[in-house]
């Protein structure tokens, strides 16, 4: 990542004072087609997006599909090449991020060592030349609302990962921002702390009612967090909705895939309910296609039921199954085709079983330029997957 880099950015984000801005539209955030270019490279293309106020909002997509060079853009940090940013209608194209009433967390805080943590969360209220009775009575409810209570005096270089970004975040908010913008900000941290912060970060987005814009290419996190989310890649928004929308009805291959494990096949829209894939035609309740119009299907793992052989709609092998606490992970091969399948009943490796799926889970796609990119299991394992994450110091 860049942010950091960049400290003559970071100390700027501190000075606006009580933004002059109006509160009376919904949409607190609108890009509109907005375009960047790096060294002849595209790496947004034409980007619309409105984000509501109050909403916690977060851009996901792999390294590379341009959610932190949007970030960046609508804290002031890069200017865009085309199109226009709008907050509350006014346009900010060119105005500075001292200006704007936005603040950001960085993935590595970006804390000042040689302050202690008062100091460090006071920072923007003493630069703005507030009273000294607002500032302690400012960070006194800063820190009791990210839970620092009784840690003013405690220096940033003794505090753990989450504690430190726990700072960040008041430091960021004292100002009260209209928008807060976090750049993977747990990166950093444990996977348990992790998962504890999350929870904190939308209790605190609901308890200052500020609005969010979240970047990260963790898809559970988003899922968890986000009253929307924004699918991107290849510098392009893919989808834009619900947690729940994005799961259960991604729009291509792409979404489908990359938010959370999914079986994805090639198909016949035979006609409105009907649809054809793996050698045999299946009801589903989807509609509006053309006439044995090709699609893509998908199939996620823990919506294909396991019957015994004569019930089963598809037949295959088992070729492996991982236990995974609560449920196992089976690996089945059908007509060469590996699904993924998960299941609370252990089938032992090279067992023969049927496969059952009901109508309400399979979901037809549209092809798209995606088909053909993302299917079966033949090559599947925990450390390929882990190993095609991001790390933290891997560039946007």
Same mark, same amino acid.
């Given at each position: 990542m860049v942010i950091e880099s960049r400290n003559t950015c970071f100390f700027a984000i501190f000075l606006f004072e009580r933004s002059p801005f109006s509160k009376e539209m919904e949409n607190i955030i609108e890009l509109k087609g907005v375009s960047k270019f790096f060294d002849g490279e595209c790496i947004l293309d034409g980007i619309d997006l409105s984000i509501r106020d109050k909403e916690f909002v977060t851009l996901l997509g792999p390294s590379g599909c341009g959610k932190t060079t949007t970030l960046r853009i609508i804290g002031g940090f890069e200017t865009p090449d085309r199109g226009e940013l709008f907050i509350d209608g006014q346009s900010v194209k060119n105005t500075p991020p001292n200006q704007r009433p936005v603040n950001t967390v960085f993935q590595k805080y970006a804390l000042f060592p040689h302050l202690n943590v008062f100091e460090n969360v006071a920072f923007g209220l003493r630069l703005a030349g507030a009273p000294k009775d607002e500032i302690v009575r400012s960070v006194t409810e800063m820190l009791a609302l990210v839970k620092l209570k009784g840690f003013e005096r405690r220096t940033v270089t003794s505090l753990s990962g989450g504690q430190q970004q726990r700072v960040a975040i008041a430091r960021a908010l004292i100002n009260h921002p209209r928008v807060l913008l976090l750049d993977e900000p747990l990166g950093a941290l444990d996977l348990k702390l992790r998962k504890d912060m999350q929870n904190e970060l939308k209790k605190i987005q609901r308890q200052t009612g500020i609005t969010f814009i979240y970047v990260t290419h963790d898809q559970e996190e988003a899922l968890s967090m986000s009253d929307t989310v924004v699918v991107m890649a290849n510098g392009k928004i893919q989808q834009i909705g619900s947690p729940v929308d994005i799961y259960n009805e991604p729009e291509n291959a792409f979404v489908a895939d990359f938010i959370g494990e999914s079986n994805i096949l090639d198909g016949i829209m035979? =006609?409105?309910?009907?649809?054809?894939?793996?050698?045999?035609?299946? $009801?589903?309740? $989807? =509609? !509006? &296609?053309?006439?044995?119009?090709?699609?893509?299907?998908?199939?996620?793992?823990? /919506?294909?039921?396991?019957? %015994?052989?004569?019930?089963? +709609?598809?037949?295959?092998?088992?070729? @492996?199954?991982?236990?995974? !606490?609560?449920?196992?992970?089976?690996?089945? $091969?059908? !007509? !060469? &085709?590996?699904? +993924?399948? *998960?299941?609370? /009943?252990?089938?032992?490796?090279?067992?023969?079983?049927?496969?059952?799926? *009901?109508? *309400?889970?399979?979901?037809? +796609?549209? %092809? =798209?330029? &995606? =088909?053909?990119?993302?299917?079966?299991? @033949?090559?599947? @394992?925990?450390? +390929? /997957?882990?190993?095609? $994450?991001?790390?933290?110091?891997?560039?946007?």
């Amino acid at each position: 990542m860049v942010i950091e880099s960049r400290n003559t950015c970071f100390f700027a984000i501190f000075l606006f004072e009580r933004s002059p801005f109006s509160k009376e539209m919904e949409n607190i955030i609108e890009l509109k087609g907005v375009s960047k270019f790096f060294d002849g490279e595209c790496i947004l293309d034409g980007i619309d997006l409105s984000i509501r106020d109050k909403e916690f909002v977060t851009l996901l997509g792999p390294s590379g599909c341009g959610k932190t060079t949007t970030l960046r853009i609508i804290g002031g940090f890069e200017t865009p090449d085309r199109g226009e940013l709008f907050i509350d209608g006014q346009s900010v194209k060119n105005t500075p991020p001292n200006q704007r009433p936005v603040n950001t967390v960085f993935q590595k805080y970006a804390l000042f060592p040689h302050l202690n943590v008062f100091e460090n969360v006071a920072f923007g209220l003493r630069l703005a030349g507030a009273p000294k009775d607002e500032i302690v009575r400012s960070v006194t409810e800063m820190l009791a609302l990210v839970k620092l209570k009784g840690f003013e005096r405690r220096t940033v270089t003794s505090l753990s990962g989450g504690q430190q970004q726990r700072v960040a975040i008041a430091r960021a908010l004292i100002n009260h921002p209209r928008v807060l913008l976090l750049d993977e900000p747990l990166g950093a941290l444990d996977l348990k702390l992790r998962k504890d912060m999350q929870n904190e970060l939308k209790k605190i987005q609901r308890q200052t009612g500020i609005t969010f814009i979240y970047v990260t290419h963790d898809q559970e996190e988003a899922l968890s967090m986000s009253d929307t989310v924004v699918v991107m890649a290849n510098g392009k928004i893919q989808q834009i909705g619900s947690p729940v929308d994005i799961y259960n009805e991604p729009e291509n291959a792409f979404v489908a895939d990359f938010i959370g494990e999914s079986n994805i096949l090639d198909g016949i829209m035979v =006609s409105d309910g009907k649809v054809k894939f793996s050698g045999r035609l299946f $009801d589903c309740v $989807d =509609s !509006g &296609f053309a006439p044995n119009e090709p699609v893509d299907i998908v199939v996620r793992p823990e /919506d294909v039921d396991v019957v %015994k052989l004569d019930d089963g +709609m598809l037949t295959g092998t088992v070729s @492996s199954v991982t236990f995974k !606490g609560d449920y196992y992970e089976i690996i089945v $091969d059908v !007509g !060469g &085709f590996k699904w +993924m399948l *998960e299941t609370s /009943d252990y089938e032992a490796p090279e067992t023969r079983i049927g496969l059952k799926i *009901e109508p *309400e889970a399979i979901h037809v +796609m549209k %092809k =798209s330029e &995606f =088909s053909g990119q993302f299917g079966d299991y @033949s090559s599947f @394992s925990d450390e +390929m /997957d882990h190993m095609s $994450d991001p790390t933290e110091e891997e560039a946007e």
